[in-house]
């Protein structure tokens, strides 16, 4: 797939800038947007991502068909893409279902997926975070790829690694779905096999974590022996503080 770079000294919102913008996007190929600095990003949850220069912040716009049953997964691909290209630079983070990426209990990268209509397709548009060479404050613990790795961290280079990895990804997505992800993304899940705490809207759903299904929803088997498919929560691990 062709893709298309666009890069910023500073924006507030990569992804808030490419849903503005999106219908002056070509849509036969891909295109990144990026900035060395972001004032006013957003996370899952409505969280904000306040990020400083020397991390890496984009957004990644692709136009689907109208109809594409496995666009619930694209923000998990982009986040297993990162996780395997880290595992061959010998850091081996985990991932925190949905999509986010850590090390143990801190947080350094995560991706947020949104579509637009656009006429008769979707556009996609998948926002990524990453910390670099710093950590940012947030409501929870985080961490940097410079903590884990010391040492400088070419971004350009990153980037375009990201990109090749998960083009290459979307591409067994869009043919296959999430199954052929499946057992290789449930190695690296964060807490699997541990009783969590899911938030759903206002309900709190407490149990073993088993596991995803095919199309990458989370399975929680309940107190009473019922199992739970998730579409989206957030999880909250009971290990003990």
């Known amino acids: 797939m062709e893709v298309q770079c666009i890069h910023f000294s500073s924006l507030d919102s990569t992804q808030r800038w490419t849903k503005e913008n999106a219908h002056s996007l070509r849509s036969n190929h891909m295109t990144c947007i990026s900035a060395e600095v972001q004032t006013g990003g957003h996370g899952r949850?409505?969280?904000?991502?306040?990020?400083?220069?020397?991390?890496?912040?984009?957004?990644?716009?692709?136009?689907?068909?109208?109809?594409?049953?496995?666009?619930?997964?694209?923000?998990?691909?982009?986040?297993?893409?990162?996780?395997?290209?880290?595992?061959?630079?010998?850091?081996?983070?985990?991932?925190?279902?949905?999509?986010?990426?850590?090390?143990?209990?801190?947080?350094?990268?995560?991706?947020?997926?949104?579509?637009?209509?656009?006429?008769?397709?979707?556009?996609?548009?998948?926002?990524?975070?990453?910390?670099?060479?710093?950590?940012?404050?947030?409501?929870?613990?985080?961490?940097?790829?410079?903590?884990i790795a010391p040492g400088e961290w070419d971004l350009n280079l990153l980037k375009k690694e990201i990109i090749s990895r998960f083009t290459a990804d979307l591409s067994l997505l869009q043919r296959e779905g999430f199954a052929p992800f499946r057992q290789e993304f449930e190695k690296r899940l964060l807490y699997k096999g541990e009783k969590i705490s899911c938030k759903v809207g206002e309900e709190t759903i407490t149990g073993l974590f088993l596991g995803l299904t095919d199309t990458g929803e989370l399975q929680i088997k309940k107190t009473d022996g019922t199992i739970r498919k998730l579409y989206s929560a957030e999880i909250f691990t009971l290990r003990p503080q």
Request: net charge negative; with cysteine; hydrophobic share 40%.
């Open 45 to 147: 949850q409505g969280t904000t991502w306040v990020s400083k220069k020397g991390n890496l912040h984009m957004s990644l716009f692709f136009t689907l068909p109208g109809y594409a049953p496995f666009i619930q997964n694209v923000a998990q691909i982009l986040i297993y893409s990162c996780c395997r290209l880290l595992e061959e630079k010998n850091i081996h983070p985990q991932i925190k279902w949905p999509n986010d990426l850590m090390i143990g209990e801190a947080k350094f990268s995560g991706a947020l997926a949104e579509t637009i209509p656009l006429d008769s397709q979707l556009g996609v548009i998948i926002g990524l975070g990453m910390n670099v060479q710093s950590s940012v404050e947030i409501d929870q613990k985080t961490t940097s790829l410079a903590e």
